[in-house]
């Protein structure tokens, strides 16, 4: 009974963390429809800064946030201006082409500057955990989800309690009354799309003091964070969190019960018994229901 609470307690902290790295990857989705296949390479991306601002300055990679944040945000700006806006309205398998030609690209210019290593930022809680009762808690782990979770609650408040939140959300379930109202919806996207991106800056942060990463790391997250969304509804933030928790539990009781080598496999494994029994996820229908009522 302790090993299986272990486990479930280590899948929960690490369910969290993959909330907030699927959070943007499902918002872009819910607003405007693109499949974001960069999302991973992002998370590398932002996992690479954290390492050197902990390498050169000694940062510690959690309050690093307040810097990758921002940064990715201002490159998801600059990426919608300069590509994404030009499939707008196409199918969402151009968004899957582009998306992955940018992929390739941003795994390639890290490896020009980082090398093709394994690189970890190891801050001084990184091996140490504390006890209570029978189960241990990695510092590290339940750092990072309480991070993640704080970061979680500010995406929610904003889209929920805020002007530009109420924007988003008009314009995804209604781009053209939304334009009718007063709402810019080009500059909204551009917005949803940058915000998306900016939660790669804090998910890579964090990734990057739980696993070890090399540029071409961006293929097994993507393939992680689409077993997600997939199986908590695309689109759905809440959706994403509840299927980001049972992918993390999935994957710690595959490596405790089964073997360490299967966990890869967890998300592929959900996506496609997601698209067998019940292709639109978890809330994926009530989502739905609820834009067609409003």
Not at 98 to 107: K, P, S
Not at 171 to 199: E, H, K, M, Y
Not at 216 to 228: E, F, T
Not at 263 to 272: D, G, H, L, R, S
Request: proline share 4%; glycine share 10%; net charge positive.
């Amino acid at each position: 009974m302790t090993q299986l609470i272990q486990t479930l307690l280590n899948g929960l902290l690490l369910g969290g963390v993959y909330a907030l790295a699927a959070s943007g990857l499902t918002l872009v989705f819910g607003v405007m429809n693109v499949i974001n296949v960069a999302h991973g390479a992002m998370l590398i991306l932002a996992a690479y800064l954290t390492y050197a601002l902990w390498l050169h300055t000694g940062i510690d990679p959690i309050l690093s946030i307040l810097i990758t944040t921002p940064v990715m945000f201002g490159f998801g700006w600059i990426l919608y201006r300069v590509a994404i806006r030009r499939i707008a309205g196409a199918p969402p398998s151009m968004s899957v082409l582009l998306t992955f030609a940018i992929a390739l690209m941003i795994e390639g210019s890290v490896g020009l500057v980082f090398s093709g290593r394994f690189k970890s930022v190891t801050p001084h809680y990184f091996d140490t955990s504390f006890k209570v009762g029978p189960i241990y808690v990695a510092t590290a782990r339940l750092y990072a989800c309480a991070t993640a979770l704080v970061v979680l609650v500010a995406l929610f408040l904003v889209l929920t309690r805020t002007w530009l939140g109420r924007a988003i959300r008009a314009s995804a379930q209604n781009p053209q009354v939304a334009s009718l109202v007063g709402v810019d919806v080009r500059a909204i996207a551009a917005f949803a799309f940058a915000l998306g991106v900016a939660t790669t800056g804090a998910g890579g942060s964090l990734i990057s003091v739980l696993y070890p990463f090399l540029p071409a790391s961006h293929y097994q997250w993507i393939s992680r964070l689409l077993g997600v969304i997939v199986l908590g509804g695309m689109g759905s933030l809440p959706g994403a969190f509840i299927g980001a928790l049972a992918i993390g539990v999935g994957e710690t009781m595959t490596t405790a019960y089964i073997s360490p080598s299967w966990q890869t496999a967890v998300p592929y494994v959900v996506i496609f018994v997601v698209l067998l029994v019940r292709p639109q996820g978890i809330l994926g229908r009530r989502i739905r229901q609820d834009i067609v009522t409003a």
